[in-house]
């Protein structure tokens, strides 16, 4: 007992092996959590990515050799290979037994990345035969009445759509509140190259906070010097108002990732043309302006 509660206590004692090897055994799961992530987001699915990666670092094996260490049906592995095989990030070796191998990491994503832009492309060239043939059938009537919408978004990138579809549909007045992480958010995005483009036609105008990275951000973008307001409370989501009619709140919802305790970020927003809601935000941005 003294001696597995010894053995216990040396795991979190920052100066014995055991220590760094649990931390090092930790960094290596979290990297590998990030690359399975983003492997995902290509359209590869879990077993998929469970192989590739396998087989990335492991070098040539056999198929049995591969369902045995991932602990897969050998011949769902099978299958598998030969889906990746069709992707282009594994090939088969012509001996016997069959081996397979898979292309480096950096490879594996060209590859995908191409795939992903040839299937934009396609999608694109079949949008006006597309639209031609929904145009052609019999059309319900709809009613015109405006109707007071919601909708919920999830992710960035959703997140930046959505803020560059209101910023489009501006043709007077686009106003946003914007403390320095949100902000940050908008810079590295193609989202301020836009609303500068926009700022030429319509009146922008913007509110963000004290910090010294907002500072910054205004510095680069000094075509926003006479259209800008700074306000001390950075407490608040971050809000875009088009013309006095719609409105976007993004927000940023706290996570903790188990593998380190820290938390994370997931961002997330609500587009609505609810007037209340919409009134409401316009009267706090001109408290907020003076």
């Not at 795991?11 to 979290?30: E, I, S, W």
């Not at 049906?73 to 095989?85: K, M």
Request: proline share 2%.
């Amino acid at each position: 007992m003294a001696l597995a509660l010894e053995n216990v206590m040396k795991v979190y004692n920052k100066q014995t092996d055991q220590y760094k090897l649990v931390k090092k055994d930790n960094q290596f799961n979290k990297q590998l959590s990030t690359i399975e992530e983003t492997l995902a987001h290509f359209g590869l699915l879990k077993n998929e990515i469970r192989v590739y990666l396998y087989l990335a670092r492991s070098g040539e094996k056999k198929a049995g050799e591969i369902a045995e260490a991932i602990q897969l049906h050998r011949t769902e592995t099978y299958r598998i290979l030969r889906d990746l095989e069709k992707k282009g990030i594994v090939f088969s070796i012509f001996e016997k037994p069959l081996k397979f191998t898979a292309v480096p990491l950096d490879k594996a994503i060209d590859l995908l990345v191409d795939a992903q832009k040839i299937k934009i492309k396609l999608l694109e060239q079949e949008k006006p035969s597309l639209v031609e043939l929904w145009m052609s059938m019999p059309q319900p009537k709809m009613e015109t009445t405006k109707k007071e919408l919601f909708q919920m978004l999830e992710g960035e990138q959703q997140v930046l759509m959505k803020a560059n579809e209101l910023l489009d549909s501006a043709h007077e007045s686009f106003q946003i509140y914007a403390s320095a992480d949100y902000f940050s958010e908008l810079y590295y995005s193609d989202f301020s190259d836009k609303l500068k483009e926009k700022g030429r036609k319509v009146a922008v105008s913007m509110i963000t906070d004290t910090s010294l990275k907002s500072t910054y951000f205004l510095g680069q973008m000094k075509w926003l010097s006479d259209q800008h307001r700074i306000a001390s409370d950075n407490n608040l989501p971050c809000f875009m108002i088009a013309d006095g009619r719609e409105v976007l709140i993004a927000f940023h919802e706290k996570s903790q990732d188990d593998s380190d305790g820290k938390n994370k970020f997931r961002t997330a927003a609500i587009w609505t043309n609810y007037s209340a809601l919409v009134n409401t935000l316009q009267v706090l941005f001109c408290k907020l302006a003076h």
